[in-house]
Every structure is written in structure tokens, then in C-alpha cells.
């Protein structure tokens, strides 16, 4: 069976026709120029195990998009040749395909048949795509890994083309290479029925994957799935026509390239059921914890009970388990306490809660962590400050500098201003900046994404009271409104009122009254979004019923809209959305239930985040510092209860005054006269509490804030604690120890009140904006250290005023500062010094002590390195990393490693060195710090960037540079082939040298006749 057509070009706008005229596309991003919608097209049954294809990731191999879509259209139209295998196919699987990674590049080819096209092959940016799939900066890869990460594929086929000459084709005009070893012979299968179906040879590619390989396949590899071990990952690649000098080489037709291309896909697709096939849902990859204590011990973790994890909209993660000690984590179970951290796949966990108790003769663990990612942010710390406009990228650049994570800006957001921004810890900042920008955020390793708001419009419509039961339910109306006023800048008023108010009525919200809004679009934005019109809906339902009433996935996302029709209202059309995932998971990891909570609620992101990670503080005082009226609500309620469920009776004395006797307790009194208010529970026998104009007197006082107030506690002994005018001041023994005011925290002997020191904050003298603290000693000597009172301390930092300065770091290890000498102690031993002769490194752990290593000797800008330290080194200098030098080395002799004991996967190279340096560039160029400092040297050798042909084979592992081994080796390969090559002409040469005098004897035999 052949599969008849032929592929062509087409330019975007053309694709992008044939896609739509499938009955379920979807829009998945913008590409990184902004310029082209990206389309995903999806086939089959949703819910089923999905085979994931990918198209044109590099624009110039646009062939893979019309081969691609052509099967899709033939699956989609029923034109299909083989209707049963097209059948079992869409009623068994889920197809997901994105036929053009890379819009930009397709559209801008401009001539099909070149060689060479880096315009057509990148993307706006100039960045090769199939090269981002690590570090994932550009729009086209976020799209696309994003799609990857939703569907969870068992199977992905990334389609490519090659040019003629492509040296790592080894002569072949086929190519396939998959993701992991695991699955090689999976792939030998495919290999086998695409070189039975074509009759061409095919290059299989076996090199293993760098972990931070930026290949789609190898993204695609490291993910798992609910069904199969190992996820299959491949890359197919065939050779597309191309002119070279003038002739068109075109060794695969148009034809063939579209029959082969199928062929490819219809085997990747019945090959990758084969290896479904062999697992059961039961069979699948099993996962696994680990624990690892704060000092790096990890083990597995095995034997524990009630393992839950919550999932929430915002990435946020946490997790909650019980674990009893068994003989089989008798290692991890140890490990378990605080701050240790919990692997679950790619995610980690810190213990932040923690208990431990005896249950009969059991003694269990309970633990509560938290995502590290909200840790990491929350104990890092933000010290610089903005003031102005920000713009999203810049804010956020704030945030995540030096933290280890990197964020990616899907959507667009406009400038803000902010007074007084930093200075606080990282988390904090995120969520202040989520919630001025309104924006929303996941996590995927250790990248971070925003947008406006995340998840997927699924369509999904459920009747809400009829095919679903409510495990937990609220709606709530307090705050229902349906018409909404605003006034903005210079006198723009704005009035809206919402299709709900036929409903509930013509209910007002509080007006809008800003004047930041000078549009009227804009100050209507705001008002809609101000306006709760809905009821605020929430339902918490078991995942199995929202599968069974025609949820789409298999697995709930976090963000997810979909519809509710709320028939205690009417059929209340709402939009809610999933706010929170709950999942119980047995002993080996697979979920057994799971529960989602539905909402419509209109907070903003950042008011439903963060509720495990916030410091405790953030729950007792508000920004201004200012005690929150939570903290006071209590007190409140107690005392609001107790005045009006009071009967009391007014009485009016001969002596003046009202007062006011409780008639169930004659003993509580309230007295009100010209003097003041009193209140007593002893029937004025004694007074509890009072106000007159001398102030006030209470035993106990409760307020959420106290202006102007002047305290003095005195115990009548020489112990007296002072507030007033804003200075907090203690005694013992009528001597002051201590004073708290604009100057910092002073701290006075307690033998006689003189001065001893000062906390306090600070500023460097050449840069006043920079900020920190001081603690400065008024006597002899500054002391740091560990101890209780009473005891000696030991010291961490000692200071005495110009005669020196020490630091101890644990009991090995301590620095000296002396006058004009600096030193470095391990095990009481110097092993650094530094003075007006030089600087000395020591070794002392050879038994030579005193021996310089290395010496710089100040006064003729030498260095020295003394590594002839017999017997320890032998005359050997060993170094582990890299070595940078700006400049030249000159050695007597040079070597690599190359014994076979640090060599694994040994093996014969598979190309031709000759053919691979053949095309290499050797150019001539001057460096540009030679120019810069007046030198027209010339120098020569390859260049590495666009449009300059240098193999891959010679490059150092960062791509920056050569690797002088691999180029000396390869070398030596190409002149060992021309050396073969020279012996085979010569052994030739030497057989018609020999037949030529054959010949000649011959003549001259025949000449004599």
C-alpha cells in the first residue's frame, strides 16, 4: 500500500485554513514574535491514552507539516485506506497534534530548495527551537511543553527534515532516534517496518540524551504517564531536495517524501500501541518517595498511611502523611523530622510540621510540608527598592534574581507604579505583585509562568443538583449586586448594570470612585470586575462523578473553567472554576481518591494563595502595623455579649451620679458622675476600672491601637521599665541598662550605667543607599558568641579596639586579624597568611608543616606554586573543573586522560573524519582584545556561529568552544583515512605501473616477430 500525493509548500495563512476546517482545533499561544496564532488539533477520545505529534519545529522543513496534516484530514474525513485500523484508532486513543512549532520560520521561506536557511529555520529571535527544550525561554517551546505537560502522552514523535550532505546521516536518506535506552528495542520495531515499507536504509542515531539536553524529544522523554514505564520519545528525520552548487540533489521525491512520511507516522502510531499493550493501567510506572535529612542523608520512604496531597490553582503544593516504622524504612524513618525534605517525582516537599507520638507499642510520625519552591521564596530576601513605574518582566525580575528560578511572561501585563517596592522577602513580593497586576501563575520545575489567568476554557457544562453529589457545598448572596456606578478623572462617569439584575433584581454595589481611571473603557473594566453578580458558588465533588458527567481529562487541572447550571436558582448559569485538587494515594502512589473544589468566587489570585506559606506574623498585625481586628474579635465579642444581654436597673442617688446595678448581680456597679466613670463588681467596695480626669485605671486594657499613651512600671525595688515620648527605657538597681530610641538599641553596664554599645540601623559613608545595621561597642572589646546567662560564652566573633579581631567557626576553624597580619587557622594550624612580605598558602596536612604552596610576593608582583611536595605529590599538580586563562600556556608536554579505565561505551566512531572536516569553515580574524590593546595579529581557526560551518563533533560540551582532544583525534582519524586511501592508490598504481610493463614486454615481444 502506497500512499498517493505529493507534499508542497504552502505559506501560514494557507495552513492555517486547512486546520480550521477540523472540527476540533484549539488555539494554544502566540508565537515568540506575537505574529502568528499556534493551533493544536486533536483527534480520537478524549480520556484515552494519547500519542502526541509534532511538526515544522524548524520553518524550513515545512514537508512534515503537509505529510502530517494530510494523514490527519484522511483520519478526520474517514478517507483513511485501512477503515479498521482508522477506526480502532479514534475510538481507542487520543490524537494530539501541533502541525507548525514554528509559524515564523515557515512563513518565511523564501526559496524551498535552499541548502542553508537560518532565517526560515529559527525563530523571530534567531533561536534554534529544538534547542530550547531545556531551558524553555522561547514562546513557541512554553506552548508546546505546555501542551506535552497537559495531555500527558505515552507516545511523542517530533518530524524533521535533513539537507543533502547532513554527515550524521551516514549516506542514508532516513533517520530515527528515540528518547531512552529502556525502550531501544520498541524503536528497532519501528525502525523494521519503516525500512520494510520504503526498502531504504536507515540511520538509527544511539547516543544517549544529556540531562540538559535542549532536544523536544528529550523533554518529551523525561515525562511520565498514567499508563506505560517510560514515555516514547523519537525524532524521524528524512532527506529533503536541496540545491548545492548550482544542481538540484533531490534523492527522496516530493512523492516519496509525502509516502514515507505517512508510512512513519502509521508506524510510530502502531508501534507505540504495541508497547501499550504490553502494560496495564496496574503495570504502570510505579513512583516513589524519598527523605532526606538536613544533613543530605536520603532514603526511600515506604510504609506510610493516609498520604494526601493538595494541588491549588496557584502551583501550590502540599502534602500530609503518617508513617510507622517498619523493618523496611527502618533507615528513612530516622530521617523524618523537621526540615527535611519529601521527593514525590519532580517535586519537593519541606517538613514544616511535625509530631510524634506513641500509639501501644508503636511509635508514629505525622508530617505537613510544603512545596519548596514557597519555602525557598519566603527565606530569601529582597534588599533592593523601586520607586515608579515597574513593568511586569521587571517586577518579577525582582523577585526571582539569585533564587534559582526562572519565569516566563506568557500573557501581557501593563506597567504599574509603586512607592517603597522591595525590601521584604521574595514571596511576599510575588504575591503583591499577583495581585496589583491580576495575575496568575504555575509552576513547572523550576520555571515559573504567568499569565492572565491559567487553565483551559473546557466547554464543560454539569447540572448542578442532578448528575453530581456534593461532598461539601456553599453559596453564599451577602454581597450580591447587580448594578454598579463610577466616577473617574475629570468628571468621566460610567454605569453599568448586569443581565443578572432580571433575575435578582436591581441590587447596588459601592460606586467605583477613582480618578487613576482617565478613560471610560477602563473605569467600566474595573467596575465589572468589582461586581459580584453571581452568587459566590463552591462545591467540593469526587473527580470519578465529573468524569462521568463528560469532564474531559483524565487527570483535573488546576484553573480549568467550566459551566455549572445551579438549579436551586433556576438554572443559574455560573462559571466556576478548579480552585483545589485533593488527592489520597495508597502504598504505591496511584491515587484512590480524589476531590475538587469548585468556584466562582471573584477574589483575586493572590487572595486565595500562599494559605500554608505565609509567616505567622502576616495573621496578627496589617501592613501599617496596626493589630488586626481578628486578633481583637474575641475580647470584642465577649464584651459586646455581656453589655447587651445585661438587665440592669438605673438608680439615682441623694449624693449626685447615676448608677447602674445589674439586677441579677447587685455587685456589678457602673457609676457615672461629674468626676468620671467607674465600674466595680463589688458593689463599690473597691473600684475595678475608672476614668477621670486624671486618666485612666484598669487592670487589664484591650485596644487595637494606643496613640499618645505614656507608660512607667515601677516595682518599688530599683526595677522600672519607661515609655514616654516615644523612648523605652529599663532600670535594676536604679541604674539604667537600657535605652530604645532614635539612635538605636543602647545597652549600659549594669556595675555602674556607662555606656557598653549600640544596636542600631545604619548606612555606608560612600553610598548612603545602602542600608544594614551596626552593633558598636563603647569599651574595650566586641563579643559574638553562644551561651546562657552565667556561663562563659563561646565566642563566634571577638574584637578588641585596634589590637585584634578573631572569628571562630565551629572548633576547626578561625581567622585572625592582627596589626599588618591577616591569618587562617584549620585544627589550630595556619594554613594562610598575609603581610607586608606576601601572601602564603600552607599545607599542613602532609605532616610538613609550614610548607608554602603558594606564595605572592607583593614586592615584585610575583606568584609562585610550589606543588614539589615529595613524597605526597610527587611533582604532580591535580586540579578538578576548568581552568580559565586569558592568554597562552606553555608546557613541556601536554596529555590527556586517556586510560581505558575512565572510559565507558566504547565503540568505533560511525562517520567519515575526512568528509566531516571537508566542509568545515577555517577562517582568518584577529581577536578583539588584540585590537583593543593596538596588536594587528592574525590568527586562524573555526568560527563558531550562524553561517559558519564548524561539526558538532569538535565542539566543548557549552557549544563556546573547541575541544583541542576531540579536534587533534578527529584529525588523526582524517589523516589515517587519507593514509588508507594514499596505500590503496598507490597499491593500485603499482598494479597498472606493473601491467603497463607487462604491456610494454609485450610489444617489443610482438615488434621482434
Known amino acids: 500500500m502506497a500512499y498517493v500525493g505529493q507534499v508542497e509548500y504552502q505559506t501560514y495563512s494557507h495552513i492555517e485554513s486547512r486546520i480550521k476546517a477540523f472540527g476540533n482545533y484549539t488555539v494554544i499561544g502566540k508565537d515568540e514574535s506575537g505574529t502568528y496564532d499556534m493551533y493544536k488539533i486533536e483527534l480520537g477520545s478524549p480520556g484515552k491514552p494519547v500519542l502526541f505529534f509534532l511538526a515544522s519545529l524548524h520553518g524550513t522543513e515545512w514537508h512534515t507539516t503537509q505529510y502530517t496534516l494530510s494523514l490527519a484530514e484522511m483520519l478526520e474525513n474517514n478517507t483513511f485506506p485501512d477503515a479498521d485500523f482508522r477506526n480502532n484508532l479514534l475510538s481507542s486513543y487520543h490524537l494530539v497534534i501541533i502541525p507548525v512549532g514554528n509559524p515564523y520560520g515557515l512563513d518565511r521561506v523564501t526559496n524551498e530548495y535552499n541548502q542553508f536557511d537560518s532565517n526560515a529555520r529559527t525563530n523571530s529571535n534567531g533561536i534554534d527551537l529544538n534547542r530550547d527544550f531545556y531551558d524553555i525561554t522561547q514562546q513557541e517551546t512554553i506552548n508546546i511543553t505546555n501542551q506535552i505537560l497537559r495531555h500527558r502522552p505515552f507516545a511523542f514523535l517530533d518530524s524533521h527534515m535533513f539537507q543533502p550532505n547532513y554527515s550524521s546521516a551516514n549516506g542514508m536518506n532516513l533517520i530515527l532516534a528515540n528518547g531512552q535506552r529502556e525502550t531501544d528495542y520498541i524503536r528497532d520495531r519501528y525502525v523494521d517496518m519503516w525500512k520494510k515499507y520504503t526498502g531504504e536504509g536507515i540511520t538509527v542515531w544511539v547516543n544517549d540524551l544529556s540531562p540538559t539536553s535542549g532536544l523536544a524529544r528529550a523533554f518529551a522523554a523525561k515525562q511520565t504517564n498514567p499508563y506505560t514505564p517510560n514515555t516514547l520519545s523519537y525524532i524521524s528525520e528524512m532527506k529533503r531536495p536541496a540545491i548545492i552548487d548550482g544542481v538540484l540533489i533531490e534523492e527522496l521525491t516530493k512523492s516519496q517524501i509525502y509516502d514515507y512520511g505517512i508510512a512513519a507516522l502509521t508506524f510510530f502510531i502502531e508501534s507505540s500501541i504495541q508497547y501499550l499493550d504490553e502494560f496495564s493501567i496496574e503495570e504502570a510506572v510505579v513512583e516513589a518517595l524519598t527523605v532526606t535529612d538536613l544533613l543530605g542523608n536520603e532514603e ?59 500509639i501501644g507499642n508503636k511509635y508514629i510520625k505525622r508530617i ?42 506568557i500573557d501581557s501585563f501593563p506597567a504599574l507604579s509603586f512607592e517603597n517596592l522591595g525590601n521584604d522577602n521574595r514571596l511576599s513580593l510575588l504575591e503583591k505583585g499577583l495581585d496589583r497586576f491580576q495575575a496568575e501563575m504555575e509552576i513547572v520545575g523550576n520555571q515559573v509562568r504567568f499569565r492572565k489567568r491559567v487553565g483551559n476554557d473546557t466547554d464543560f457544562q454539569f447540572r448542578y443538583g442532578h448528575n453530581i453529589n456534593s461532598i461539601e457545598e456553599s453559596c453564599e448572596t451577602t454581597n450580591l449586586a447587580t448594578v454598579i456606578r463610577g466616577e473617574g478623572a475629570d468628571g468621566i462617569t460610567a454605569y453599568y448594570r448586569s443581565p443578572n439584575a432580571d433575575i435578582f433584581g436591581e441590587l447596588d454595589a459601592p460606586s467605583v470612585i477613582d480618578e487613576r481611571f482617565t478613560s471610560k473603557e477602563s473605569l467600566l473594566e474595573e467596575m465589572k470586575s468589582r461586581l459580584e453578580d453571581t452568587p459566590l458558588f463552591s462545591t467540593t465533588i469526587d473527580f470519578a462523578d465529573l468524569r462521568a458527567a463528560g469532564y ?30 485533593n488527592e489520597v494515594f495508597d502504598a504505591d502512589l496511584k491515587p484512590i481518591k480524589t476531590t475538587v473544589t469548585l468556584a466562582n468566587h471573584k477574589k483575586s489570585f493572590a487572595d486565595v494563595v500562599f494559605d500554608n506559606t505565609q509567616k505567622q506574623l502576616g495573621k496578627i498585625v496589617n501592613e501599617d502595623g496596626v493589630v488586626r481586628n481578628d486578633v481583637l474579635s474575641e475580647a470584642m465579642r465577649i464584651a459586646a455579649e455581656s453589655i447587651k444581654n445585661a438587665r440592669t436597673e438605673l438608680q439615682f442617688p441623694n449624693e449626685g451620679g447615676i448608677w447602674a446595678v445589674e439586677k441579677d448581680d447587685p455587685n456589678k456597679v457602673v457609676v457615672f458622675n461629674s468626676a468620671g466613670l467607674a465600674v466595680s463588681t463589688d458593689n463599690m467596695q473597691t473600684i475595678r476600672s475608672a476614668i477621670t480626669a486624671e486618666g485612666v485605671v484598669a487592670e487589664t486594657i484591650m485596644a487595637g491601637l494606643m496613640q499618645g499613651v505614656n507608660i512607667v512600671q515601677d516595682d518599688g525595688e530599683g526595677g522600672k521599665i519607661e515609655l514616654v515620648n516615644g523612648v523605652l527605657q529599663t532600670y535594676l538597681n536604679n541604674t539604667r541598662v537600657m535605652r530604645v530610641d532614635d539612635k538605636g538599641l543602647t545597652m549600659f553596664s549594669a556595675d555602674g550605667g556607662v555606656e557598653a554599645g549600640t544596636l542600631r540601623d ?39 579596639n585596634g589590637i585584634e579581631t578573631r572569628l571562630y567557626i565551629g572548633r576547626e576553624f578561625s581567622f585572625e586579624a592582627l596589626p599588618g597580619q591577616t591569618r587562617l587557622y584549620v585544627d589550630g594550624q595556619s594554613v594562610f597568611r598575609a603581610d607586608h612580605t606576601g601572601t602564603t598558602i600552607y599545607n599542613n596536612k602532609s605532616g610538613m608543616a609550614g610548607t608554602s604552596m603558594l606564595w605572592a610576593d607583593h614586592n615584585d608582583d610575583r606568584l609562585k606554586l610550589y606543588y614539589k611536595l615529595s613524597p605526597l605529590y610527587n611533582g604532580r599538580f591535580e586540579m578538578y573543573g576548568n581552568l580559565m586563562v586569558d592568554g597562552y600556556v606553555s608546557a613541556d608536554d601536554y596529555r590527556n ?15 567519515n573524519a575526512s568528509d566531516l572536516l571537508r566542509h568545515a569553515d577555517i577562517m582568518e580574524y584577529m581577536l578583539k582584545k588584540d585590537i583593543e590593546k593596538g596588536s594587528n595579529k592574525k590568527r586562524y581557526g573555526f568560527i563558531i556561529g550562524d553561517g559558519y560551518n564548524i561539526p558538532e563533533e569538535i565542539l566543548g560540551e557549552d557549544k563556546k568552544g573547541i575541544s583541542s582532544y576531540a579536534h587533534s583525534s578527529i584529525n588523526s582519524l582524517a589523516i589515517k583515512e587519507q593514509i588508507e586511501k594514499t596505500e590503496k592508490l598507490e597499491k593500485e598504481n603499482k598494479q597498472l605501473r606493473d601491467d603497463y610493463n607487462a604491456l610494454l614486454k609485450r610489444i617489443e615481444a610482438l615488434e621482434k616477430r
Open 300 to 358: 526511600m520512604l515506604v510504609d506510610f498511611k493516609e498520604y494526601t496531597r493538595t494541588r491549588k490553582v496557584n502551583g501550590e503544593k502540599t502534602i500530609s502523611m503518617t508513617v510507622v516504622p517498619s523493618e523496611a524504612n527502618k533507615h528513612a524513618f530516622p530521617l523524618i523530622g523537621e526540615e527535611a525534605t519529601i521527593t514525590h517525582g519532580n517535586d519537593e516537599y519541606i517538613i514544616k510540621k511535625y509530631s510524634a507520638k506513641s
Open 368 to 409: 505537613d510540608a510544603v512545596h519548596k519552591f514557597y519555602v525557598d521564596l519566603i527565606n530569601k530576601q529582597q534588599n533592593k527598592v523601586h520607586n515608579g513605574s515597574i513593568t511586569f518582566f521587571n517586577y518579577m525580575n525582582l523577585v526571582f534574581e539569585n533564587t534559582g528560578y526562572t519565569f516566563a511572561v
Open 552 to 581: 474531559p481529562y483524565t487527570v483535573p487541572n488546576e484553573g480549568d473553567r467550566v459551566f455549572v447550571i445551579y438549579e436551586p436558582m433556576d438554572d443559574l448559569l455560573i462559571e466556576a472554576r478548579i480552585l483545589d485538587i
Open 762 to 800: 545604619s548606612q555606608l559613608t560612600g553610598d548612603k543607599s545602602k542600608k544594614g545595621i551596626s552593633l558598636n561597642s563603647a569599651r574595650d572589646f566586641l563579643n559574638i558568641g553562644f551561651g546562657s546567662v552565667g556561663e562563659t560564652a563561646r565566642p563566634v566573633l571577638h574584637a578588641q
Open 897 to 911: 586522560n586517556s586510560l581505558i579505565e575512565l572510559k565507558d561505551n566504547i565503540k568505533p566512531v560511525d562517520f
